[in-house]
């Protein structure tokens, strides 16, 4: 056993990756079961196609036009259903993306002792938590999707306890705990790394104030859904800005919490004794919205992104307009034009409201196709370009140094076998398959599949040349 002398020590950096952010499609247990039904006890998929490695082959030379449809978000779901533990009862969510981590993490609930009814033809979740849970958040599921993590904040505050296994490292860098850790030590939680979990206790959490190093996403979740049972106000300063953020607080604000400023770099909470259940709809996913409005300029297209926010993606989209895209507002979403070869556009990632690192790959796509050179910047994972090697097998002039990449843009991309290494990798990939000459296989897509629902079925409406087939290649059986 290890006692956490300081936060760094649960810190994994260097770690090797050994099993990637994603799952591995085969280990997913796969019964072909009805529609819409839970399935107790088992990891059901997703998608009942990946229950096998599959891959995609997309055509080049497709425009992308028409209308397309987006439902919630990854990466607020997964957290909206991590906070339903917090309150004993059923918690119903809707806007639920039919992606592969909503089955893990329906899994993962299930696991803590929480019915699980998912109907994915009205994309809703309901979770009817038990007077006692769990505290127990095992590897097998951890490792396969990191963002269980959500669950130890919660555990926490509820039970007293969460023994949390440590995700490790993922292709796009070594994703450390240690602000989690941090929070939770100064909220008077010990915590401890014991044969690869976090084991953090308190009977009763306190009122602290916290700054974070750096304005973490899931740190400041955890923090939050540890503070709204706490004992006392809590203050998180550089908190994270992100929509998700503002929409699990708003959630947790429906539940009886009492939380200000979400959506701010300082949120304060002040504890309550207990909190309701409460029915709350997902809010819209930026990322694959905004990966439509790359997907638009780089193919000449002509795409309405429905159920988007486009003030969550207001540096994206002033990108575009860069490039010499039109963007137009529409009702509920946007609408992005393009007629002509995009022009190079720089792009720096940062935390909200700064251009997203999810769409990073989309970026370095879009200037690949450009007219001109550019330079991309990183500035929140270390390992985001690694798959740079493999946009570079389609033809794309990358080269990068640190958390720099110049991209010198050709008009055409050369169509290749690639292997995605995650999920936003993986749409890049996908979509610098439509602007490549001949045919792009892409591989692994089960990453694809945690974040981007039906993306090949939506990608065809739109006119793009893609499908979906088993990989021989991929030694299966
Ligand atoms: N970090 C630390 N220590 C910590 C926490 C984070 O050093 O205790 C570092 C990370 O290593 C990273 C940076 O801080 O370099 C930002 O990490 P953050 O905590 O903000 O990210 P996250 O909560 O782990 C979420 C999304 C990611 C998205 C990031 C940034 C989920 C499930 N994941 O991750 O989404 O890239 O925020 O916006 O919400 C994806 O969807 O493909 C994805 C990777």
Redesign the pocket.
Same mark, same amino acid.
């Given at each position: 056993m290890v006692v956490l002398a300081d936060p760094g020590h649960v *810190?994994q950096g260097g770690r090797a990756v050994v099993a990637g952010?994603g799952v591995d499609a085969r280990e997913i247990y796969h019964a072909g079961h009805p529609k819409g039904t839970a399935y107790d006890g088992r990891v059901e998929t997703a998608n009942a196609a990946i229950a096998r490695p599959q891959r995609f082959r997309v055509t080049g030379g497709a425009r992308l036009a028409g209308d397309v449809q987006v439902t919630g978000a990854?990466?607020s779901v997964?957290?909206l259903m991590a906070a339903a533990l917090l309150a004993p009862g059923v918690t119903t969510l809707s806007e639920v993306p039919d992606i592969l981590d909503v089955t893990i993490m329906s899994e993962l609930l299930r696991r803590l002792g929480c019915g699980v009814h998912r109907d994915r033809e009205a994309a809703t979740v309901t979770i009817d938590v038990p007077q006692k849970v769990e505290h127990r958040a095992d590897y097998d599921l951890v490792r396969r999707m &990191? *963002?269980s993590i *959500?669950v130890l904040g919660p555990l926490l505050a509820r039970t007293g306890e969460a023994d949390v296994a440590l995700p490790g490292g993922d292709a796009? @860098?070594? &994703?450390?705990?240690?602000?989690?850790?941090a929070g939770l030590l100064k909220m008077g939680a010990t915590v401890e790394n014991e044969h690869g979990f976090i084991v953090a206790k308190a009977k009763q959490l306190t009122g602290a104030t916290i700054w974070l190093?750096?304005?973490?996403? @899931?740190?400041t979740?955890n923090l939050v859904m540890a503070a709204v049972l706490a004992d006392g106000c809590t203050e998180i300063d550089n908190a *994270?800005r992100?929509p998700?953020i503002v929409d699990l607080c708003v959630m947790l604000g429906h539940m009886g919490a009492q939380i200000e400023g979400a959506g701010t770099s300082t949120i304060v909470i002040v504890g309550v004794d207990s909190l309701r259940p409460v029915s709350h709809t997902t809010v819209a996913d930026r990322?694959v919205a905004g990966t439509w409005a790359m997907a638009a300029a780089m193919t000449l297209g002509d795409v309405t992104v429905h159920n988007a926010n486009p003030a969550h993606l207001e540096i994206a989209l002033d990108k575009l307009v860069t490039a010499g895209a039109t963007v137009d507002r529409v009702d509920d979403g946007f609408r992005v034009m393009m007629d002509r070869r995009p022009t190079a556009v720089d792009a720096v990632t940062l935390?909200?409201p700064g251009f997203?690192?999810?769409l990073l790959p989309m970026a370095l796509a879009l200037n690949a196709v450009a007219s001109g050179t550019a330079m991309v910047t990183e500035n929140?994972?270390?390992s985001r370009f690694s798959f740079v090697n493999e946009l570079a097998r389609l033809g794309a002039d990358i080269r990068t140094d640190g958390h720099h990449a110049v991209v010198r843009g050709r008009p055409l991309l050369s169509g290749a076998p690639v292997t995605t290494p995650?999920?936003?990798a993986g749409a890049g990939l996908v979509i610098a398959g439509l602007v490549a000459e001949g045919e792009t296989i892409v591989s692994e897509i089960h990453h694809i599949d945690r @974040?981007y629902p039906k993306f090949d079925e939506q990608l065809r409406v739109l006119g793009a040349k893609i499908v979906r087939e088993d990989d021989p290649a991929a030694g299966f059986g």
């Amino acid at each position: 056993m290890v006692v956490l002398a300081d936060p760094g020590h649960v *810190a994994q950096g260097g770690r090797a990756v050994v099993a990637g952010s994603g799952v591995d499609a085969r280990e997913i247990y796969h019964a072909g079961h009805p529609k819409g039904t839970a399935y107790d006890g088992r990891v059901e998929t997703a998608n009942a196609a990946i229950a096998r490695p599959q891959r995609f082959r997309v055509t080049g030379g497709a425009r992308l036009a028409g209308d397309v449809q987006v439902t919630g978000a990854k990466n607020s779901v997964l957290k909206l259903m991590a906070a339903a533990l917090l309150a004993p009862g059923v918690t119903t969510l809707s806007e639920v993306p039919d992606i592969l981590d909503v089955t893990i993490m329906s899994e993962l609930l299930r696991r803590l002792g929480c019915g699980v009814h998912r109907d994915r033809e009205a994309a809703t979740v309901t979770i009817d938590v038990p007077q006692k849970v769990e505290h127990r958040a095992d590897y097998d599921l951890v490792r396969r999707m &990191r *963002a269980s993590i *959500a669950v130890l904040g919660p555990l926490l505050a509820r039970t007293g306890e969460a023994d949390v296994a440590l995700p490790g490292g993922d292709a796009i @860098g070594s &994703r450390p705990l240690d602000f989690h850790i941090a929070g939770l030590l100064k909220m008077g939680a010990t915590v401890e790394n014991e044969h690869g979990f976090i084991v953090a206790k308190a009977k009763q959490l306190t009122g602290a104030t916290i700054w974070l190093d750096f304005p973490s996403v @899931g740190a400041t979740e955890n923090l939050v859904m540890a503070a709204v049972l706490a004992d006392g106000c809590t203050e998180i300063d550089n908190a *994270a800005r992100e929509p998700e953020i503002v929409d699990l607080c708003v959630m947790l604000g429906h539940m009886g919490a009492q939380i200000e400023g979400a959506g701010t770099s300082t949120i304060v909470i002040v504890g309550v004794d207990s909190l309701r259940p409460v029915s709350h709809t997902t809010v819209a996913d930026r990322i694959v919205a905004g990966t439509w409005a790359m997907a638009a300029a780089m193919t000449l297209g002509d795409v309405t992104v429905h159920n988007a926010n486009p003030a969550h993606l207001e540096i994206a989209l002033d990108k575009l307009v860069t490039a010499g895209a039109t963007v137009d507002r529409v009702d509920d979403g946007f609408r992005v034009m393009m007629d002509r070869r995009p022009t190079a556009v720089d792009a720096v990632t940062l935390p909200f409201p700064g251009f997203p690192t999810d769409l990073l790959p989309m970026a370095l796509a879009l200037n690949a196709v450009a007219s001109g050179t550019a330079m991309v910047t990183e500035n929140v994972y270390e390992s985001r370009f690694s798959f740079v090697n493999e946009l570079a097998r389609l033809g794309a002039d990358i080269r990068t140094d640190g958390h720099h990449a110049v991209v010198r843009g050709r008009p055409l991309l050369s169509g290749a076998p690639v292997t995605t290494p995650d999920i936003r990798a993986g749409a890049g990939l996908v979509i610098a398959g439509l602007v490549a000459e001949g045919e792009t296989i892409v591989s692994e897509i089960h990453h694809i599949d945690r @974040g981007y629902p039906k993306f090949d079925e939506q990608l065809r409406v739109l006119g793009a040349k893609i499908v979906r087939e088993d990989d021989p290649a991929a030694g299966f059986g």
